[in-house]
């Protein structure tokens, strides 16, 4: 039997393959401390699974709901992206998905042909790469150094656009660097897109964990509205990874295309969890807000303990919960570094590089664990690699 061609093009999201290689270590009686998964490790807020088990239990919100979301639902995300990112849009015009990941898949299939050209953040997350690529059309990386502050090079970005060019993919604050692009990079990225005639897809996703400047919505920007797909959703914000509960605001000329895409996969979103996400977007902030001040908290710790680590740096990041350290020092292989962390250190990051090429010479550590874990992370890695310096020797499985 044979798989259809178009599989040799999709890739992965390599978190969930070493988030498993840690528990099979961790079965044979090693302990780890995983710092591979990008999940807030805290509990989703009381009043938020308060409503859910109230709209489970009592409304028996249990039947197949509207395929682009339940109306309460939309109306708040219409209300809450204005209020975040000062983003017009009606409640016509939101897109509710299980998780924001769709909104990605559904850009691109609605969107690009087979050839056309999507430029994308490298390293970044990886779903972008294999959806453009997935889709038949050609992903075309822009790097990200560390030189530039892992922000996108605006002017790299146009010299790198063509005939054939049809999307740029931005994330800010970034994922796997912690970087943001500044209101003047969001500018230009939308003179770029309006001159040649592209859609953006802000995937935004990490909006509320930006800890230093005003992030800008590229889709607030004159011009902007009618081309760009604006993704967030509730699992970083309200720590609802496991509800998959994401969502887009699309163009009006979008939308059915969207809504299409949605009831020929999923046919909607988790009814019930909907009723949870309008208490997320209309209830109290506080525990949202108390998250973000412990990731500044931890970001400060994990920063300084890399940093103070010899032949390890590790730049500042400016948003969400990763840290980017730079091991190129050592003159090995991300991956052989991350394996040597996990398997001599019981220390599970990710290699730089399953973020793409350009994620060479770095480990991705998400700080969503307590200070205790990342304390005793960062001891164990300083010894890890004092020993690897002596020994030359790299462990592995
Ligand atoms: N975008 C980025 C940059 C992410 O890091 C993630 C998750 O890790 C997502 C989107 C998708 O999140 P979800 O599908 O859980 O909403």
Sequence with gaps: MKLANRMGLIGTETAFEAAARARALEATGRDVIHLEIGEPDFDTPRHISEAASHALLDEKMTHYPPAVGIAPLRAAIANDVKRWKGIDATPDQVIVTPGAKPIMFY???????EGDEVIYPNPGFPIYESMARYVGGVAVPAPLREANDFRMDVAEVESLVTDRTRMIVTNSPHNPTGSILTPD???EIARIAIEHDLVVLADEIYGRLQYEGEPLSIATLPGMA???ITLD???KTFAMTGWRLGYGVVPDWLAQTFSRLVINSVSGTNAF???GAVAALTGPQDSADAMRTEFIGRRALIVEGLNAIPGVSCVMPHGAFYAFPNFSSFGRT???IADHLLYDAGVCGLSGTAFGSYGEGYLRFSYANSREKLSAALERIGESLAKLERTGELAHA
């Design 107 to 113: 850009a691109m299939l609605g969107l690009i042909n």
């Design 185 to 187: 990079d969001v500018r």
């Design 226 to 228: 009618e081309r760009t």
């Design 233 to 235: 959703g509730f699992s």
């Design 273 to 275: 969890a909907q009723a």
């Design 334 to 336: 991300s991956n052989s």
